[in-house]
């Protein structure tokens, strides 16, 4: 069965910190896709970063960076400097071998960046 | 905008009612997913099409759910004799075939059950 879990339910850090999303995932299948999505205030799911399991080398995006470790079964998210902009529900998931499989959501984590 | 539409955005209903969603996704996504996202929680998959064809159902998908994409475009989600525990946000989302396409979600329709 595949199972994503964000152990923390709510965060909150103060404008400029850094701050780290946690994910681990199960999945029996070794060709699988891990994503994260952020839900603003607004309510619309935003599409932030996909990774396949092939592929464990980190990504930087600006002020967004994802450290993939597959030994772990780790895939956490951090953000530098952050700013009251960043304040959102942030989802973690995981899909089967094609891209376009279902999408397998944990439960969240919500972010409040204090100003 | 080309992006995937969903109507009504917000839908209150007393219990027993039936209600029906319209999800429009991108023009020529043949994939067409439903999920259900309740407070506090991710959104929880509950069906997909591949053109007109239901391919998948999750067990969340009571009897008194169904969904058709009839012509293989758009696709309705109705409930029937609802529930309070039917009151969520329900999220479609689209995307073409194959393992190089992402999934594209539209803004939801959250359903209030009175």
């Known amino acids: 069965a595949q199972k994503v879990t964000q152990a923390q339910t709510e965060i909150s850090v103060v404008e400029k910190e850094d701050v780290t999303l946690d994910c681990v995932y199960e999945t029996r299948d070794t060709t699988y896709y891990l994503f994260w999505y952020k839900q603003p205030p607004s309510g619309e799911l935003v599409f932030l970063i996909r990774?396949?399991?092939?592929?464990?080398q980190n990504e930087i995006s600006g002020r967004y960076s994802w450290n993939f470790q597959k030994s772990t079964s780790s895939f956490n998210f951090t953000i530098t400097a952050s700013q009251v902009v960043d304040s959102a529900v942030y989802f973690c998931?995981?899909?089967?071998?094609?891209?376009?499989?279902?999408?397998?959501f944990g439960k969240g984590t919500r972010l409040h960046i204090l100003p | 905008d080309t992006g995937v539409s969903q109507n009504p955005r917000h839908k209150i209903t007393k219990r027993g009612q039936n209600v029906t969603f319209r999800c429009d996704p991108i023009?020529?996504?043949?994939?067409l997913y439903w999920y259900r996202q309740t407070l506090g929680q991710g959104p929880e998959f509950l069906t997909y099409?591949?053109?007109?064809?239901?391919?998948?159902k999750s067990r969340l998908l009571s009897d008194r759910f169904s969904a058709e994409r009839p012509k293989g475009s758009f696709s309705t989600l109705e409930i029937q004799r609802t529930e309070q525990g039917d009151s969520a946000m329900y999220l479609c989302?689209?995307?073409?075939?194959?393992?190089?396409?992402?999934?594209?979600f539209g803004p939801g329709t959250r359903l209030t059950v009175t």
């Open positions: 023009s020529e996504h043949n994939r």
């Open positions: 998931a995981l899909s089967g071998k094609n891209r376009d499989d279902k999408i397998i």
């Open positions: 099409f591949q053109n007109e064809a239901q391919l998948e």
């Open positions: 989302a689209s995307s073409l075939q194959g393992a190089n396409y992402e999934q594209y």
């Open positions: 990774r396949n399991s092939f592929d464990e």
